[in-house]
């Protein structure tokens, strides 16, 4: 079992940055893969990147090359790193872990413990 806590959320203009932490509780952290996952208003829950416990990563094109997904094993913590953010970009966002095969994919469904979530806004 692990426990998932996000914070780093906020309101930020267009073109800001901001950087979300997942914080994770028990000894899960170097057994399972983490990822982040945004849901919008009146939108299915996406993923957004993920990290292996090896620091391998996968991310949604619609981010790459704007988010940064990192992790701190002495911390237990992983970070996203959002930069160029856009009013597309509110939602949302949990961390959530997997141990499955596929967690390249960042399927919601693969992934099993999820934290309460963060909100980002995004203004224009």
């Known amino acids: 079992q692990v426990q998932l806590v996000e914070s780093g959320g906020g309101s930020v203009q267009a073109g800001g940055s901001l950087r979300l932490s997942c914080a994770t509780s028990g000894n899960a952290f170097n057994r399972y893969h983490i990822g982040w996952f945004r849901q919008a208003p009146g939108k299915e829950r996406e993923g957004v990147a993920v990290i292996t416990n090896d620091g391998r990563t996968s991310y949604a094109d619609s981010v790459k090359g704007r988010f940064t997904i990192s992790k701190d094993n002495a911390k237990a913590t992983v970070y996203l790193q959002m930069d160029s953010l856009q009013p597309v970009d509110t939602g949302m966002y949990y961390c959530?872990?997997?141990?499955?095969?596929?967690?390249?994919?960042?399927?919601?469904?693969?992934?099993?413990?999820w934290g309460q979530g963060t909100q980002v806004t995004v203004s224009s």
């Open positions: 959530a872990t997997t141990q499955s095969l596929l967690w390249i994919l960042r399927r919601k469904s693969d992934f099993v413990y």
